[in-house]
């Protein structure tokens, strides 16, 4: 009678929660008060929250950088709207889990990658880069994530990048660039959550935007009526943040914690936005 052999297949799940754009006081005060509860329904293990919009849409200072990490977040990204807000300047030159993008020239303050280190020896590594493509034509994103990866793979299996981007197509090419060499590409900037969240061939989960936390009865954050000022008179009216429906945005991704290879990636609205008023649906 031949021998049998059991093969036991051992993974060590890992549960990676990641909010998009964070837009003014409003996105910041809901998703403190969401926070405790998407942690628990998602069994987060490590949180990372993109804050390039908190205060009034620019930037973030020490005040709100402790206030997310006393509320168990792991490390904050930023993006190009960090740079208009000069007391984020500090803040990122003072602490290692501020990110802003890798591939913004090197004199500026601040670093663009990190590794998170937790409780019982686990680690995930953290990159921030930006995209060229109808923004500022800082140093090539698809070489500088390659720089951060050879600097975090000796020390961890698990990499996750924020890829900051306005273009989809460019946002794309970067989750093929990295396809099988990192856990997950989740991108922000656009405010605008997309439908297309995926594990890529090689293992990579993949989302070209998740999307923004904040008012959604705005123009991705900001006032209507001012939005509207200035697009139909194409002239300078000062940005406000919004008010009203505010939403958190984001993505929870299961990551085999051997392999670093992802198995599960989820996109969420909380609250769901309002896709019907039909009544009783
Ligand atoms: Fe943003
Ligand atoms: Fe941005």
Redesign the pocket.
């Known amino acids: 009678m031949p021998q049998r052999y059991i093969v036991v297949l051992r993974m060590r799940l890992f549960n990676l929660l990641f909010i998009g754009?964070v837009?003014g006081n409003v996105g910041l005060r809901e998703l403190l008060r969401q926070l405790p509860e998407l942690i628990s329904t998602y069994s987060a293990d490590a949180v990372v929250v993109?804050g390039?919009?908190i205060v009034n849409g620019k930037g973030l200072t020490e005040a709100e950088a402790n206030a997310l990490f006393a509320a168990g977040v792991h490390c904050i990204t930023t993006?190009n709207?960090v740079w208009d807000n000069w007391k984020s300047r500090s803040l990122l030159a003072s602490t290692p889990n501020v990110l802003r993008p890798f591939n913004y020239p090197s004199a500026n303050p601040g670093r663009g990658w990190c590794l998170v280190e937790l409780p019982g020896g686990r680690t995930i590594g953290v990159i921030q880069v930006q995209g060229r493509v109808f923004m500022q034509p800082i140093d090539d994103p698809f070489k500088a994530v390659d720089d951060a990866i050879l600097q975090l793979k000796p020390r961890t299996s698990m990499i996750m990048v924020d890829f900051h981007a306005d273009a989809t197509a460019e946002a794309v090419a970067m989750g093929w660039h990295l396809d099988g060499r990192v856990s997950a590409v989740l991108g922000?900037?656009t405010?605008i959550q997309t439908a297309d969240a995926t594990i890529l061939p090689n293992g990579t989960a993949y989302v070209t935007d998740v999307g923004?936390s904040g008012p959604y009865d705005s123009v991705i954050g900001m006032q209507k009526d001012v939005a509207l000022k200035r697009m139909q008179l194409q002239t300078a009216h000062k940005y406000e943040v919004a008010e009203a429906d505010v939403r958190i945005c984001g993505a929870h991704v299961i990551i085999d914690e051997v392999s670093g290879d992802a198995l599960q990636i989820t996109t969420f609205q909380s609250p769901p936005p309002r896709t019907s008023i039909v009544q009783g649906s």
Do not use: A, C
């Open positions: 754009d837009v993109n390039e919009n993006g709207h922000t900037h405010h923004m």
